[in-house]
């Protein structure tokens, strides 16, 4: 149980161009979703958290117009990285949070971005 | 905010040997710790927590503590398999219940020697 997904697991774009990351949480019902970024061999960098029907709330330093989030229903949110350029070049990783599940966060498994 | 330091950064151990991952925290609000096993190119996996309340839990050859006056806690492995070489992840929860994140350690490289 708790498996979450996350579509598509690698992407390559052109600088300029945005690229939508889903999130999805396939045997449970998550209110509330994480994004993170990681850089290679560094820890897990929080950019927001995604609660259902409601707006994004992100961390300190990330740009809210540059990374979109929506959290449309209880199972899926998604992140919209817009105009990308090469330093948005990363991994990046969702994680949903089991409703009533005492902050318990399932991680899925990821999307490499590079961006050209 | 809470502030989470993790050490050692790189630890290496030979087989069958065992492995200790410490942790610290600054906010004394924090009441949830959980450990993250990942292996390269793999997602965080959940391997153990704890909570305020418990001071120790055990789950195989696994195990954490916390001391919550000193505001640190602990990842013991025993018996180490090759298997458990990863990057472990500590963290703490942040913020009041029902709107609460985690804050990352700085990750711990396990080698485990044949």
């Known amino acids: 149980g708790a498996v979450v997904s996350q579509h598509p697991s690698r992407v390559i774009c052109k600088s300029g161009t945005s690229v939508k990351i889903e999130c999805r949480s396939l045997?449970?019902?998550?209110?509330?979703m994480f994004w993170y970024r990681q850089f290679p061999k560094k820890s897990l960098m929080l950019m927001a958290t995604?609660?259902?029907?409601?707006?994004?709330?992100?961390e300190q330093g990330v740009e809210k117009d540059k990374f979109l989030i929506n959290h449309a229903s209880l199972t899926l949110s998604t992140l919209t990285v817009t105009s990308a350029h090469p330093e948005d070049s990363s991994f990046y990783i969702c994680?949903?949070?089991?409703?009533?599940?005492?902050?318990?966060?399932?991680f899925g498994p990821g999307t490499r971005l590079l961006v050209l | 905010g809470e502030n989470v330091e993790q050490h050692p950064s790189t630890l290496s151990v030979q087989e069958g040997d065992s492995a200790v991952i410490k942790c610290t925290y600054s906010d004394s609000a924090s009441n949830y710790f959980p450990w993250y096993k990942q292996e390269l190119g793999k997602r965080p996996q959940l391997i153990i927590d704890i909570r305020s309340n418990v001071g120790e839990k055990k789950d195989q050859r696994i195990a954490v503590t916390l001391n919550k006056t000193a505001k640190h806690f602990s990842l013991h492995i025993t018996e180490t398999q090759p298997e458990d070489s990863a990057v472990y992840f500590c963290?703490?929860?942040?913020?009041?219940?029902?709107?609460?994140?985690?804050?990352f350690g700085q990750g711990t490289r396990l080698t485990i020697n044949p």
């Open positions: 995604s609660n259902e029907g409601s707006k994004a709330t992100y």
């Open positions: 963290a703490a929860s942040q913020g009041r219940e029902g709107a609460q994140k985690l804050v």
């Open positions: 994680s949903a949070e089991l409703a009533g599940g005492w902050e318990t966060q399932y």
């Open positions: 045997d449970f019902q998550a209110t509330t």
